[in-house]
């Protein structure tokens, strides 16, 4: 029983290494990039669509409202990066039910480097929203002597969006492995399909919380137009 794809090691040159969590990853993103294409070739934009088409504007539209509703701001600029990161662990989980295929999100890489990808993710929204400045001021707000806690926040945030999704993935592959080997085949088949159904839970909260990370810093802007609208009230 392997804990991770990590261990799964298909070809090796010295360090390098071509392991399970590679291939799967490159596999569920050729799988996304081939479904997109397959969906959108053929698009139409009257009540008459494809099933797949029809599909797709259902998912994307309830990903556009769950971003609106946790944001409260327009969710157009949030969902290019938010959509395609509930996808990419929402696919790979579900694809568990193919034998042989080891979800990449059951790799700390993985969902590190998922991890990373918000963490560079909201700074940059920060500074498009409030520029270098704003962006930056809040680390000392409400004093300077708050730097070294923000930034720590900032780390440690990061670290557990990643070792949430690990070991939440992680553990459900173990315990369908357990159950293989010591309880009737009807127990494993309950257990798959609950993972599935788990895999979904862990994309959409790993997103939510992506989107509340973001939202923080866009909102605070509006926030600062809001108090400089009131002095200027109150001056006026």
């Given amino acids: 029983m392997n804990i991770t794809p990590d261990q799964i090691i298909f070809w090796q040159w010295g360090f390098i290494k071509l392991n399970a969590t590679l291939i799967f990853t490159w596999a569920v993103m050729v799988f996304m990039v081939f479904g997109a294409w397959l969906v959108t070739r053929r698009l139409s934009s009257s009540t008459e669509m494809s099933r797949f088409q029809n599909l797709l504007e259902v998912v994307v539209f309830q990903i556009q409202k769950q971003i609106a509703e946790v944001s409260r701001h327009s ?4 969902l290019p990066f938010i959509g395609t990161v509930f996808l990419f662990i929402a696919v790979s989980n579900l694809l568990m039910i193919f034998p042989l295929y ?12 998922l991890a990373v990808c918000v963490f560079i993710a ?43 999704l690990f070991g939440n ?68």
């Fill in 75 to 78: 969710a157009e600029s949030l």
């Fill in 102 to 113: 080891e979800p990449p999100t059951g790799s700390l890489s993985t969902t590190a480097g």
């Fill in 169 to 236: 993935v992680m553990s459900g592959t173990m315990i369908i492995a357990i159950l293989l080997a010591v309880a009737p085949l009807i127990f494993p088949i309950l257990m798959r399909a609950l993972g599935l159904l788990t895999g979904l839970i862990q994309a959409y909260i790993f997103a939510i919380l992506a989107t509340v990370y973001i939202a923080a810093v866009v909102r605070a802007r509006s926030e600062v137009l809001r108090e400089q609208d009131k002095g200027e009230e109150k001056h006026g």
């Fill in 122 to 164: 909201v700074p940059m929204y920060g500074i498009r929203s409030q520029g270098w400045k704003g962006y930056f001021a809040h680390y000392i707000r409400p004093t300077i002597f708050m730097l070294p806690f923000n930034i720590m926040g900032e780390i440690s945030r990061t670290l557990a969006l990643a070792v949430r």
